[in-house]
């Protein structure tokens, strides 16, 4: 138990001046960079959802958010919405870059994300015509980024940092008391459910999810495309404003239904084409 507790920290330590660096920068840029991005959004009309897919891969759920009080009010569609919440990559980029993924495997996950998340927003609003109702605009304090980005960032650092301590701490425990082999044995005996599985921890609305999925598929646990069934449905804490905001409780679990539907539909197409 001694040796796990002492990996873990190292492991851990060695991830925290990078995870502090890049917070600090994706803060400092992260408010201008959503104002201009709420820009493109507004004017961006048809071609919404190929915009949002886009803008929404930015590390941070902090554009999810700001896409979220846009769809209450009406200002985009809910396909833009969606392809939002599709390809927002919350932690997951950070610790993958923290962990040295393989490049061509980040890009990859990006890409996909941002792909499905184009698809669907596309097809929705083809299907579905945007509501002319308009609710009021709702503001809400998060972190304070533009004027305090540097105490914002050491928050996120720590944040991140406990939750990743965790999960590694967990992990390792199981592969030291049951087994590296019998635990993959375990998540993949029925490899067409598990998407059915990664999805529901997606739509937990809070970046543990992203840092859980992450993780995992890391370890080697989960497949790519199991954990980009999860990574697709999570959309940092985007799902608690729409709950908090939008007083149509139909509407958003219609929206969260959506999301579970694309993201375990997409993780088995992955699977099964051995993505």
């Given amino acids: 138990m001694e040796e796990i507790i002492i990996d873990t920290l190292l492991d851990i330590i060695k991830i925290i001046p990078f995870l502090l660096i890049a917070f600090i920068v994706i803060e400092y840029t992260e408010h201008k960079i959503n104002e201009k991005g709420n820009k493109i959004i507004k004017k961006s009309g048809k071609f919404g959802p190929f915009f949002g897919s886009l803008l929404g891969a930015i590390p941070q759920c902090g554009f999810s958010v700001m896409a979220t009080n846009l769809y209450i009010t009406r200002i985009i569609s809910l396909g833009t919405l969606i392809s ?64 305090h980005f540097i105490k914002s960032a050491i928050k996120h650092t720590i944040k991140v940092a406990l939750y990743l301590l965790i999960i590694t701490f967990l992990i390792n425990i199981g592969f030291h008391y049951v087994g590296e082999e019998r635990i993959k044995l375990i998540m993949n005996h029925n490899n067409l ?83």
């Avoid at 939002?84 to 994300?113: C, Q, R």
């Fill in 84 to 147: 939002i919440y599709l390809s927002t990559s919350d932690e997951m980029l950070l610790i993958m870059m923290a962990e040295k993924a393989p490049i061509k495997t980040i890009i990859s996950v990006l890409l996909i994300k941002i792909l499905i998340g184009m698809i669907c927003g596309i097809i929705i609003d083809l299907n579905i015509k945007k509501k002319e109702k308009n609710y009021e605009i709702c503001k809400h304090d998060h972190c304070d980024c533009e004027n």
């Fill in 193 to 275: 459910l598990t998407p059915f599985i990664t999805s529901l921890i997606g739509l937990i609305p809070n970046c543990g999810s992203s840092v859980i999925l992450t993780e995992l598929y890391l370890n080697n646990i989960l497949t790519l495309a199991q954990s980009i069934a999860g990574l697709l449905t999570n959309s940092g804490v985007a799902l608690i404003v729409l709950f908090k905001t939008n007083k149509d409780l139909k509407e958003n679990f219609k929206i969260v239904g959506m999301l579970y539907v694309i993201g375990t539909f997409f993780g088995l197409l992955l699977e099964i084409i051995k993505i």
